[in-house]
T-cell receptor, first 120, second 111 residues
Framework: GAGVSQSPRYKVAKRGQDVALRCDPISGHVSLFWYQQALGQGPEFLTYFQNEAQLDKSGLPSDRFFAERPEGSVSTLKIQRTQQEDSAVYLC??????????????????FGAGSRLTVL | QKEVEQNSGPLSVPEGAIASLNCTYSDRGSQSFFWYRQYSGKSPELIMFIYSNGDKEDGRFTAQLNKASQYVSLLIRDSQPSDSATYLCALMDTGRRALTFGSGTRLQVQP
């Protein structure tokens, strides 16, 4: 697609419910990232995929958070037994290349519009 | 976790003035730095990146990098009300394969 598409744009969940957030990256993009952005804060890294491989999940805050990208394109972030502190905007970003330390412009991320999760 | 520090603002400048946004970082190994702009309720969008010491200019925007001082800045010349947004500084995190973001500086350009 022309951009990174995320759905749903808004999700209200009751505490304890499970939620699934979907990301459809730019076609052909190798790298996919999930970030969490709390109100008034910068995006915080959650996890990184290179194609279908999840190479870094060090930012996932607990084992209630799970992400997958089974065919190397669409990705789903799942949050089990949601808590109020999970309320945030979840941003997905993609990049056409593999991520590397000295990549400079190769590491430019294109973000989706985000999914705003509110847990009551 | 690498730290990226930004003044949260708001930074208020009159229309037509130069806005100067600053960012410091703690990891001397960081090599690439990015400035993103985020309008309220929208996703971050890239303004520019820099990885060499010195200045890099793109239109009204100039990024400045000083690795010895661990300092990155963004200058916006001829500021316009449409530049009012939060500006996020980010760096390549050498410890993980991702960008690490600061908390952002809110810029207000007064007409």
């Amino acid at each position: 697609g022309a951009g990174v598409s995320q759905s749903p744009r808004y999700k209200v969940a009751k505490r304890g419910q499970d939620v699934a957030l979907r990301c459809d990256p730019i076609s052909g993009h190798v790298s996919l990232f999930w970030y969490q952005q709390a109100l008034g804060q910068g995006p915080e890294f959650l996890t990184y995929f290179q194609n279908e491989a999840q190479l870094d999940k060090s930012g996932l805050p607990s084992d209630r958070f799970f992400a997958e990208r089974p065919e190397g394109s669409v990705s789903t972030l799942k949050i089990q037994r949601t808590q109020q502190e999970d309320s945030a905007v979840y941003l997905c970003a993609s990049s056409p290349t593999t991520f590397r330390a000295a990549g400079g412009g190769a590491n430019v991320l294109t973000f989706g519009a985000g999914s705003r999760l509110t847990v009551l | 976790q690498k730290e990226v520090e930004q003044n949260s603002g708001p930074l208020s400048v009159p229309e037509g003035a130069i806005a100067s946004l600053n960012c410091t970082y703690s990891d001397r190994g960081s090599q690439s730095f990015f400035w993103y702009r985020q309008y309220s309720g929208k996703s971050p969008e890239l303004i520019m990146f820099i990885y060499s010491n010195g200045d890099k200019e793109d239109g009204r925007f100039t990024a400045q990098l000083n690795k010895a001082s661990q300092y990155v800045s963004l200058l916006i010349r001829d500021s316009q009300p449409s530049d009012s947004a939060t500006y996020l500084c980010a760096l390549m995190d050498t410890g993980r394969r991702a960008l690490t973001f600061g908390s952002g500086t809110r810029l207000q350009v007064q007409p």
